[in-house]
């Protein structure tokens, strides 16, 4: 079952182009890897996909609702850890706000941060703050997550925690579309994966497919993360 269906998406700032053509789907419970150079258009992409911004031309079709994890956190630097992941669910889908934080507890169970709840962000490492921000997200119990980068504003040693965090939800069935640099997680956690240059499409299909492919604008990007091959 398709959960989320773009065709023929195009956006373009002033004269620039910077989506061409984009068409792609994606199916419950499978996770698509979205990579390439800086300026490729894959956060364009995404900002498209979440309504952030709004396209030029082409269709973008959901079956159900969607989250979306930012690189930077986007955290209210005035709100506790618990009211960060409490406030949406009651505010915006008036849900009893006991049993938002009794889910937002279990969350950060699951995030290894429930003794953070009272904390504020400035408290928090970044691997922490961006395990907040997920747990904001699936607060909202999103058909399909969207990640921007998510590791991007880390340093490697938090990396991991973040990674660790994605692929465990990818073996819960978690519908994702994660635009990442992340080579070998997009090759080890993705269903498809999308290779982007210059606003559209090059390569997609398996992470084999992909990462194995003779296209030569994709062996020198992949050439660039010691990926060749």
Do not use: W
Request: hydrophobic letters at 40%.
């Amino acid at each position: 079952m398709s959960l989320l269906r773009i065709e023929n998406l195009k956006k373009c700032f002033g004269e620039n182009e910077v989506l061409k053509d984009i068409s792609l789907s994606v199916n419950k419970g499978e996770v698509l890897g979205i990579i390439g150079p800086s300026g490729s258009g894959k956060s364009t992409l995404l900002r498209c996909a979440t309504g952030l911004e709004v396209a030029d031309g082409g269709s973008i079709d959901y079956s159900g609702s969607f989250g979306l994890v930012f690189q930077n956190f986007n955290l209210f630097p005035h709100f506790s850890v618990l009211k960060n992941i409490c406030d949406a669910p009651i505010k915006v889908q008036k849900r009893d706000p006991q049993e938002v934080e009794e889910e937002a507890l279990r969350l950060l169970e699951k995030m290894s941060l429930k003794d953070k709840a009272d904390a504020y962000p400035y408290q928090l490492s970044g691997g922490q703050a961006q395990r907040v921000s997920i747990a904001r997200a699936l607060a909202m119990n999103p058909d399909i997550l969207f990640f921007d980068e998510p590791t991007s504003a880390l340093d490697p040693e938090l990396t991991g925690e973040i990674l660790k965090v994605i692929k465990d939800l990818a073996a819960e069935n978690m519908t994702m579309v994660i635009v990442t640099h992340e080579m070998n997680f997009a090759k080890n956690v993705a269903d498809q994966v999308i290779f982007m240059e210059g606003g559209i499409i090059v390569e997609q299909g398996s992470p084999k497919k992909v990462f194995g492919s003779s296209n030569e604008r994709m062996k020198n990007f992949l050439g660039k993360f010691g990926q060749n091959g």
